[in-house]
């Protein structure tokens, strides 16, 4: 009897906590449990009243805000602002940019799936899609990589005017500035196709599009400034880049000794109020040939012309070129991707105020205005580039994996090559969709700061994972340069992708779960905030909130990862049936998980699991698996749920999975109080680890994706630029590969009349002549095999160059002008 009211209570506790119940009905509960434990059992009065007083008690301390915040709440308030980590008015304004969408779902430990899927698919309109098909295309033609990257080491003059003239420049700029007025998909589209071309055709044209005077310009500028420059920018007519990484100042950006004083000074002729600025800056993508500089400096008003302060914190100006005391022009060598960039220096540089983005009302805001246009632009440009390489990754080495033979068989077919080939097309699958999913965020009008965190962090990291593999799969053909060489340049751009808009060890060990778990988090922002109302009462009665809805959302984190855990997520809902139910599942199970080990984490280190970066980006790597996996059950669902996906949405659900589970496991053996630690793992794992690396099944199925010709492989990489014309590259593997989709059946009876003895020549050549005189194969199939042979020639030679002295003469070939490259 005892143990069962035992169970019984436990149970009901249990079942509380997972829904979440108020506190009315946790009372209800606790009132009726007491009842029936007077009533239903022969307890004596004696033990009977002293529980029903202190339960009486406990029920007024807790359950009447009054008394609770007098008694409970006011000493917990009075510890944690003592205890609160100081937060420097940088991160404050970090904190307080952007928005917070799907992430806050995902931290809450029980995700609104529906909310997720209710989200309308991607969709372009007609003009952006006219613009993709024809201007973006005519674009790709027109950048040839190899006379870019090798020869002339710029674009070429029609492809700057091309670019200008088309309006590259102003994707973001609304129609009324004469801009394009592109959606966030849009952009991402254009970027991507090209960057499947040009990695820096694509950099060129992200750069202005990204964060730069458009983007800052469109938020904060004046009128008068919108009016004059936005539509210059749109039409090309002033190239722009952004100021705001120096020798001294680079991932710790809001170090910037660049300097401005408030001043008079002449501009065009006249005195007039305004800045005097001095800065040194490097790594300045488009510097070199810009028109127009967006810096970004600290201000000081020495002389009081402004107010009272005189140290006014961050500001941005734009900086004509020309400006007397601008040096600009030398370039960086950004390994082999040639995009302008370079280093420049301003020595009294005098402009007046209206040069200031948004004018003197933004005076000191710099900071907070350049986080929130990252907050957007990281979620495109870097995300777009990455899938365009991953698309081309899959596309083109998943063909060359068909088309070239070794052991007389294609070495797709190789598990060895199963393995990275499988990786290849699901990352690339999972990157897209995260791509995708970003973009409608945006597109809706949410800047979340910590999905775009996420996503410039894993899809540089994946793509650098995919690219890795393709040059292993490709062996020779993906090391030797040339025009032939589809990913060699994709390779060398890696770092670059990995390092601008916030490294990446950075972005993980400090942005992803450092800026996460404040803003998602449901209750942390808003237990902050309280402890800063400079109204003590009212940051009490806050604080009193979100401190008992926090304990709420705790225990409910700790019932549902449990009760998920023994379960291993089965019995709780999903928003839809079929093969991806399992996952959704799942996914609940490991938001719950998450949840739960982010409050102990913060709980237990508080403040000083800022400093603890390796626990904070464990925990980050799980939010975004979260993220990443939502994406591709997204994508799936948008898509249709076509079944031939199915193969890559189980690679990258399980891999995720996976990878959920081990960052979990490497956080609680890392965790400095230990036996809370076991204890986590206990909730969180209570039937031990069950996911473990893909099965070799799934890597053959996955793999199978991107080495034969169909819907699934369209699907994976539309988008990109493709060209039937033979003089592209792409136009000849294509044509192969399909054709190598054609005869494999025969190379197949070929090769098997062979290991039957009926054919005895020994050469390729002799066996399709036997064969075709024995009847084994038509002429017709004689004819494909022996296109399929020069076709195959065709795709794995790579290009080589005639050398003269001590200088290669480098006259790849196909093409027709030789270059000088000094060894
Ligand atoms: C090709 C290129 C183009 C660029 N274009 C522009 C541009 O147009 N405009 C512009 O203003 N800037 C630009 N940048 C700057 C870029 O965005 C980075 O901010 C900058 O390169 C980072 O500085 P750094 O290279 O000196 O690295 P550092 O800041 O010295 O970092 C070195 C390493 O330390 C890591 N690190 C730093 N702090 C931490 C921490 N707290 N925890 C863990 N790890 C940490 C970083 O992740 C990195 O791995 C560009 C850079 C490059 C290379």
Same mark, same amino acid.
């Given at each position: 009897m005892w143990i069962f009211g035992l169970l019984l209570t436990i149970a009901v506790v249990w079942a509380l906590a997972y829904w979440g119940a108020g506190t009315g009905v946790w009372i209800a509960a606790f009132a009726a449990g007491l009842a029936v434990f007077?009533?239903?059992?022969?307890?004596?009065?004696?033990?009977?009243?002293?529980?029903?007083?202190?339960?009486t008690a406990l029920v007024l301390l807790l359950g009447v805000p009054r008394i609770r915040r007098r008694y409970v709440t006011a000493p917990l308030f009075r510890q944690f602002r003592k205890v609160m980590p100081p937060m420097s008015q940088t %991160?404050?304004?970090?904190?307080? *940019?952007? !928005?917070?969408?799907?992430?806050?779902?995902?931290?809450?430990?029980? $995700? =609104?799936?529906?909310?997720?899927?209710?989200?309308?698919?991607?969709?372009?309109?007609?003009?952006?899609?006219?613009?993709?098909?024809?201007?973006?295309?005519?674009?790709?033609?027109?950048?040839?990589?190899?006379?870019?990257?090798?020869?002339?080491?710029?674009?070429?003059?029609?492809?700057?005017?091309?670019?200008?003239?088309?309006?590259?420049?102003?994707?973001?700029?609304?129609?009324?500035?004469?801009?394009?007025?592109?959606?966030?998909?849009?952009?991402?589209?254009?970027?991507?196709?090209?960057?499947?071309?040009?990695?820096?055709?694509?950099?060129?044209v992200m750069v202005p599009n990204s964060l730069g005077p458009g983007k800052l310009?469109?938020?904060?500028?004046?009128?008068?400034?919108?009016?004059?420059?936005?539509?210059?920018?749109?039409?090309? %007519?002033?190239?722009?880049?952004? *100021?705001? !990484?120096?020798?001294?100042?680079?991932?710790?950006?809001?170090?910037? $000794? =660049?300097?401005?004083?408030?001043?008079?000074?002449?501009?065009?002729?006249?005195?007039?109020?305004?800045?005097?600025?001095?800065?040194?800056?490097?790594?300045?993508?488009?510097?070199?040939?810009?028109?127009?500089?967006?810096?970004?400096?600290?201000?000081?008003?020495?002389?009081?012309?402004?107010?009272?302060?005189?140290?006014?914190g961050v500001t941005l100006a734009l900086v004509p070129r020309d400006t007397p005391g601008v040096s600009i022009g030398d370039r960086h060598v950004t390994l082999d991707i040639p995009f302008q960039n370079g280093p420049n220096t301003g020595r009294d540089v005098f402009v007046p105020m209206q040069q200031l983005v948004g004018g003197t009302a933004y005076v000191g805001q710099g900071w907070r205005m350049l986080v929130e246009c990252l907050a957007e632009g990281r979620g495109i440009s870097l995300p777009a580039l990455s899938v365009g390489a991953g698309?081309?990754?899959?596309?083109?080495?998943?063909?060359?994996?068909?088309?070239?033979?070794?052991?007389?068989?294609?070495?797709?077919?190789?598990?060895?090559?199963?393995?990275?080939?499988?990786?290849?097309?699901?990352?690339?699958?999972?990157?897209?969709?995260?791509?995708?999913?970003?973009?409608?965020?945006?597109?809706?009008?949410?800047?979340?700061?910590?999905?775009?965190?996420?996503?410039?962090?894993?899809?540089?990291?994946?793509?650098?994972?995919?690219?890795?593999?393709?040059?292993?799969?490709?062996?020779?053909?993906?090391?030797?340069?040339?025009?032939?060489?589809?990913?060699?340049?994709?390779?060398?751009?890696?770092?670059?992708?990995?390092?601008?808009?916030?490294?990446?060890?950075?972005?993980?060990?400090?942005?992803?779960?450092?800026?996460?778990?404040?803003?998602?988090?449901?209750?942390?922002?808003?237990?902050?905030?309280?402890?800063?109302?400079?109204?003590?009462?009212?940051?009490?009665?806050?604080?009193?909130?979100?401190?008992?809805?926090?304990?709420?959302?705790?225990?409910?984190?700790?019932?549902?990862?449990?009760?998920?855990?023994?379960?291993?997520?089965?019995?709780s809902g999903t928003p839809v049936d079929g093969p991806t139910a399992r996952y959704f599942q799942q996914l609940h199970w490991m938001s719950a998980a998450f949840a739960l080990s982010a409050d102990v984490a913060m709980m237990t280190l508080g403040g000083s699991l800022k400093r603890k970066e390796r626990l904070s980006a464990r925990l980050g790597d799980v939010l975004s698996e979260l993220y990443l996996t939502s994406a591709v059950l997204k994508r799936f669902e948008d898509d249709g749920r076509p079944d031939t996906d199915l193969p890559l949405v189980n690679w990258a659900c399980g891999n995720s999975l996976y990878r959920m589970q081990e960052s979990l496991r490497l956080l609680f053996r890392n965790l400095p109080f230990r036996p809370l630690a076991w204890l986590l793992r206990l909730i969180v794992f209570p039937t031990g680890a069950p996911y473990t690396e893909t099965s070799d099944r799934v890597d053959r199925e996955a793999a199978r994706v991107v080495l034969k010709p169909g819907e699934a492989r369209e699907r994976l990489t539309r988008g990109i630029f493709l060209n039937d014309q033979l003089r592209f590259r792409q136009?000849?593997?294509?044509?192969?590969?399909?054709?190598?989709?054609?005869?494999?059946?025969?190379?197949?009876?070929?090769?098997?009349?062979?290991?039957?003895?009926?054919?005895?020549?020994?050469?390729?050549?002799?066996?399709?002549?036997?064969a075709l005189a024995e009847g084994i194969i038509t002429r017709a199939e004689a004819a494909e095999l022996e296109q399929m042979q020069i076709l195959r020639r065709e795709v794995i030679m790579v290009d080589s160059y005639a050398q003269y002295g001590k200088r290669f003469v480098l006259a790849p070939a196909r093409s027709k002008k030789p270059a000088i490259y000094a060894v």
């Open positions: 007077t009533a239903g059992t022969d307890v004596t009065w004696y033990v009977a009243v002293p529980v029903w007083a202190i339960s %991160e404050q304004e970090a904190l307080e *940019a952007g !928005t917070v969408w799907w992430d806050a779902e995902l931290f809450t430990g029980k $995700p =609104d799936w529906q909310r997720l899927l209710n989200l309308p698919p991607p969709h372009l309109s007609r003009a952006e899609q006219e613009f993709l098909d024809n201007e973006t295309q005519t674009l790709c033609e027109l950048l040839d990589d190899w006379q870019v990257t090798h020869e002339d080491k710029d674009l070429s003059a029609d492809a700057w005017q091309y670019i200008k003239d088309k309006g590259f420049f102003g994707l973001i700029i609304p129609e009324e500035y004469g801009g394009k007025g592109f959606s966030a998909l849009a952009h991402s589209e254009v970027v991507m196709k090209l960057a499947s071309r040009c990695i820096t055709g694509a950099v060129t310009l469109l938020h904060y500028g004046t009128r008068e400034q919108k009016s004059y420059y936005l539509p210059r920018l749109a039409r090309g %007519e002033e190239v722009p880049c952004f *100021a705001l !990484t120096g020798p001294d100042a680079g991932s710790d950006a809001g170090a910037i $000794p =660049d300097r401005g004083e408030v001043c008079y000074g002449e501009w065009q002729g006249e005195q007039v109020l305004g800045v005097r600025l001095n800065w040194e800056k490097r790594y300045i993508t488009l510097g070199p040939v810009c028109t127009l500089l967006g810096l970004a400096f600290k201000l000081y008003d020495p002389e009081h012309l402004l107010g009272e302060k005189e140290e006014l698309k081309t990754a899959s596309r083109f080495t998943g063909a060359y994996a068909a088309i070239r033979r070794q052991f007389n068989i294609p070495i797709g077919r190789f598990e060895g090559i199963e393995e990275p080939l499988a990786r290849i097309a699901a990352l690339t699958y999972q990157m897209d969709a995260a791509r995708t999913l970003t973009l409608g965020a945006l597109d809706i009008g949410e800047s979340p700061s910590v999905i775009s965190a996420i996503v410039k962090y894993h899809l540089t990291e994946k793509y650098r994972r995919c690219i890795n593999d393709a040059m292993d799969i490709q062996g020779g053909s993906g090391i030797c340069l040339g025009p032939s060489n589809l990913i060699g340049r994709a390779y060398q751009a890696i770092p670059i992708a990995i390092t601008v808009e916030g490294a990446n060890i950075l972005t993980r060990s400090m942005i992803i779960f450092g800026q996460g778990a404040v803003r998602c988090h449901p209750w942390v922002l808003k237990e902050f905030q309280a402890a800063q109302n400079p109204d003590p009462a009212r940051g009490l009665a806050e604080f009193d909130h979100a401190a008992f809805g926090h304990v709420g959302f705790v225990l409910g984190n700790f019932a549902r990862s449990l009760f998920l855990g023994l379960t291993r997520g089965r019995f136009a000849q593997i294509e044509r192969a590969f399909l054709l190598a989709a054609r005869v494999e059946p025969i190379e197949k009876t070929l090769r098997e009349s062979v290991r039957a003895g009926l054919l005895r020549g020994r050469d390729f050549a002799s066996q399709v002549e036997e």
